[in-house]
């Protein structure tokens, strides 16, 4: 297993104008087996798989993606079963992986909240995670865990809203790594119709502060091939899909391999689309 950081690595060695398809899932959804069968699957056609280690109260996520949870803990899953999955997965393949998670969950473990953090931190790099969402972290509140992401090389993956200030995001882009997550609209996660003006207004906002180092990836909102184009066509350097894939998974929670099947054929379309 690799202890270079992989999403580093793969913007590092970034071919010309290449796009990023970052897909998402619940670990242990629909259970733990099926879960990392799934990864296993459509590991191809991602290039930076993003996983959310289940949580009670997951205040970003929409309906679909909390249901994914409820099912998750269904199947058993916590924290450390959690970790253990990515860390089997992390065998099959160099691809970084991501984790969505909140901060009550990075500070459970030791007597002091510095502590914690630091055991945490460690058993992320040891499962071969490369950065991570903080969904309820500000950047006002993160310097404990920018400590911790730089003392083991991971990256604190930042989100920006359509409501973020301009003062805001200058703050947000003198301390992020990795890569800037967009919000596409306000509100929780979930499959939207179309993609806003205001989002492609963001990208191209966002786009003039960056460089190639800090690429721009959307997310919230994307369901089809069609929302995947027009936001790569907006500027984006990369998409982020979670509802609309949760949603195949919930779709065909009676038949596996129908579920493989469709999920294999959504996420090479998706991929085929940002070529």
């Known amino acids: 297993m690799s202890n270079q950081n992989r999403l580093f690595k793969l913007f590092n060695d970034r071919k010309g104008n290449e796009k990023y398809f970052m897909p ?3 670990a242990g959804d629909p259970s733990i087996d099926k879960f990392k ?4 699957n459509i590991e191809p056609y991602a290039d930076i798989i993003e996983i959310g280690i289940p949580f009670s109260d997951p205040i970003a996520d929409g309906p679909t993606i909390q249901e994914g949870n409820v ?3 269904s199947s058993g899953i916590n924290t450390k079963k959690a970790l253990d999955a990515i860390k089997e997965l992390r065998k099959f393949t160099e691809k970084p992986f991501i984790i969505l998670t909140y901060y009550n969950i990075l500070i459970q473990g030791a007597k002091t909240i510095e502590d914690s953090i630091n055991i ?6 040891e499962s071969g995670i490369d950065g991570m969402v903080i969904g309820d972290l500000p950047i006002e509140e993160a310097d404990l865990v ?6 083991y090389d991971l990256a604190l993956i930042f ?3 359509p409501s973020t200030t301009e003062e805001r995001l200058e703050r947000i882009l003198t301390k992020a790594r990795g890569f800037i997550y967009l919000i596409s609209v306000m509100g929780i996660t979930g499959a939207r119709e179309t993609v806003a003006q205001v989002t492609k207004d963001n990208i191209s906002r966002i786009k003039k502060k960056t460089n190639k180092n800090l690429p721009v990836f959307v997310g919230f909102g994307i369901s089809k091939p ?3 184009k027009t936001i790569i066509k907006a500027g984006a350097d990369g998409i982020i899909i979670g509802s609309a894939i949760v949603d195949i998974i919930k779709n065909n929670l009676d ?5 493989k099947e469709k999920l294999v054929e959504f996420h090479s379309k998706i991929k085929n689309s940002i070529k």
């Not at 945490?120 to 790099?125: A, M, P």
């Not at 920018?146 to 003392?151: R, V």
């Not at 038949?255 to 579920?259: C, L």
């Open 24 to 26: 998402f899932f619940v």
């Open 37 to 40: 069968e799934i990864v296993k």
């Open 71 to 73: 099912r998750a803990f």
């Open 120 to 125: 945490t931190f460690k058993n992320l790099k």
């Open 146 to 151: 920018l400590d911790a992401c730089e003392k």
């Open 159 to 161: 989100l920006v809203a």
């Open 226 to 228: 069609e929302h995947a």
């Open 255 to 259: 038949n596996f391999s129908k579920m």
